[in-house]
């Protein structure tokens, strides 16, 4: 059979990475090495956008796609092309959003949502197919059914692990060197943990393991690390640094088998000051930036977002990433109660700690999350405008008015990051000089983040008027931005 797997493309309104970063869907080459004996193919839509001519030129019997929130329209798009192209393909959706919200993908076009680990649950879904067996006994699935869902039996969120197979990285060949992570270039994803120990109120990342915490050998990562060419590695595990005993062996292997690579990785700051020794010996090896959620400058919003850490553990465990010469990219999180005051707090803090790389995002109930049903009849959005459900539009009400909240947050992008000056300065490891081609990448996408964020207290707006036309804003129905309000 032949099984085409397209990586959707960030739609119109998204704000935030789509203009800094594009990185491999490592997601899909997993999936694809769940499938055993079978045409595999990945269409990543980022990169080439001609579906129609793909499914034309492949003829597949299945197309499988997936994405986070903000893709579930195009999503839908994709199903509904694969099925006008041929109404016989098999169209399967994963994801992280599928695995927790998969009533959002209820549409007459898609014929199977797959809730957790794709690698396993593809391998299952297409064994049955092929055998022309029913997908209803495998645990674990959804079937659009009318407005609503039916379900097969429970399946699980854990994650084998130990049987994991390694990405197909050999289906992305072609697009490989056109991947990057802010200046990281080439760069490969990898990913060495499921699941998260910590239990923020506000991500969901923790919970689409059940709360557990599923970690690869250090063998594995170290087989996995010596097959990739490109120099950076970007550890996607929603935090890196979990277990001691694990970091010292994989560093020890990476040391004994003299692998020189660089090393991009997500922490919590909690653990950073428990064990600045083990950070120290992950800078010597490789360590260049670290990505950190720092959230907010104030204790009562850490713990309000049950966050595990305080302002003075944050300071330090950035104190002790600096000393150690790795970057530090930290997110936080704009409460929409913040006045002026508030956002200049956050400007000194961003000064203080000398962090160049940041994301300020507006607290975002996304469903999943523990706190989404405190927020569910306050938002200011329609649930179904899955495209600025990006953490970087307000979805909740703005105490401050919705443009100034906006122009608060692009002003401290310009003062902190948009300003070169600062960036020499601070004498970033992983930046290149500044007048570098990737240098002014970065730049020409922060200005598009800039512009995007100009206008994003319009976009609800857009989105709704383009309801109104056709029934939904998908990818068809974006309306002419002709309000100049
Ligand atoms: C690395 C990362 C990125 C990378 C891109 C990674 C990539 N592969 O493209 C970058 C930095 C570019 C990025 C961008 C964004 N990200 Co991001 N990202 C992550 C992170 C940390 C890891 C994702 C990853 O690579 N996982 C590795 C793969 C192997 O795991 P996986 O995605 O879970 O896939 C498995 C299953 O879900 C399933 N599966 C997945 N797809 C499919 C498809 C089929 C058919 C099947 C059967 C199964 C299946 O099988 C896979 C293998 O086990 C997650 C956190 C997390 N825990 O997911 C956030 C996360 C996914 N990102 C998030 C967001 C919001 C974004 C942005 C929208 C932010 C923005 N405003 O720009 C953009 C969107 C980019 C886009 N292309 O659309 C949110 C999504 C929330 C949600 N409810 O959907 C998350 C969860 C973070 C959070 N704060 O909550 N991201
Ligand atoms: S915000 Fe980070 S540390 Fe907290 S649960 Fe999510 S991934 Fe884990």
Redesign the pocket.
């Known amino acids: 059979m032949k099984i085409l797997?397209v990586?959707?493309?960030?739609p119109k309104y998204?704000?935030?990475?789509?203009h800094i970063?594009?990185?491999?869907?490592?997601?899909?080459?997993?999936?694809a090495a769940?499938i055993q004996g079978h045409n595999v193919e990945i269409l990543d839509m980022?990169l080439e956008k001609d579906l129609r001519g793909k499914l034309r030129s492949f003829q597949p019997d299945i197309v499988?796609?997936?994405?986070?929130?903000?893709?579930v329209n195009v999503v839908k798009d994709i199903c509904c092309e694969a099925k006008a192209f041929n109404p016989k393909v098999l169209t399967?959706?994963?994801?992280?959003?599928?695995?927790?919200?998969p009533g959002d993908f209820s549409d007459p076009h898609i014929d199977v949502i797959?809730m957790?680990?794709?690698?396993?649950?593809?391998g299952r879904?297409i064994a049955n197919y092929d055998r022309g067996q029913s997908l209803e006994t495998i645990p674990g699935l959804a079937f659009p059914d009318g407005p609503s869902l039916r379900f097969s039996p429970p399946g699980t969120l854990a994650?084998d692990v130990k049987n994991?197979p390694l990405?197909r990285r050999s289906l992305i060949e072609k697009y490989k060197n056109r991947y990057y992570?802010l200046f990281h270039q080439p760069v490969t994803?990898v990913?060495t943990i499921?699941g998260?120990p910590f239990t923020c109120n506000f991500?969901?990342?923790w919970r689409?393991t059940g709360g557990n915490v599923y970690l690869r050998s250090a063998e594995s990562v170290v087989e996995e690390i010596q097959q990739i060419e490109s120099r950076d590695i970007?550890f996607?595990?929603?935090t890196f640094f979990v277990d001691i005993n694990r970091l010292r062996k994989l560093r020890d292997l990476i040391r004994e088998r003299r692998i020189e690579k660089d090393y991009l990785a997500?922490a919590h700051t909690d653990f950073i000051v428990k064990h600045p020794g083990i950070i120290r010996d992950w800078a010597e090896i490789g360590l260049k930036a670290c990505i950190v959620g720092l959230e907010s400058p104030r204790d009562d919003e850490l713990l309000n977002y049950e966050k595990k850490a305080t302002v003075t553990l944050n300071t330090e465990a950035v104190e002790i990433l600096r000393k150690n010469k790795v970057d530090v990219y930290g997110s936080f999180i704009v409460d929409p109660g913040w006045t002026k005051k508030d956002f200049a707090r956050l400007g000194d803090y961003i000064e203080k700690t000398g962090i160049y790389y940041t994301v300020i995002?507006p607290l975002t109930p996304?469903?999943?999350?523990t706190i989404f049903s405190r927020f569910e009849n306050t938002l200011t959005v329609d649930r179904g405008d899955y495209e600025i459900?990006?953490?970087?539009h307000a979805l909740l009400p703005t105490r401050l008015p919705l443009k100034e909240f906006y122009r608060q947050i692009r002003k401290l992008y310009i003062r902190k990051i948009l300003d070169i000056g600062r960036a020499r300065r601070l004498q970033l490891r992983t930046a290149p000089p500044v007048w570098s081609k990737k240098y002014l990448r970065l730049v020409w996408g922060g200005v598009r983040v800039m512009l995007s964020l100009r206008k994003a207290h319009l976009h609800a707006k857009y989105l709704a008027s383009a309801r109104g036309r056709d029934g939904r804003a998908g990818l068809a129905g974006h309306p002419k931005e002709n309000d100049k309000r």
């Open positions: 797997l990586r959707p493309n960030p998204t704000i935030g990475l789509k970063m594009v990185c491999e869907p490592l997601e899909l080459e997993y999936v769940g980022i499988g796609t997936g994405s986070y929130i903000t893709g399967m959706v994963g994801g992280v959003h599928a695995t927790l919200a797959a957790g680990e794709g690698a396993a649950l593809a879904i994650v994991l990405p992570y994803l990913k499921f998260c991500c969901f990342c689409l970007y996607v595990d929603d997500y995002q996304l469903p999943g999350t459900w990006d953490m970087q």
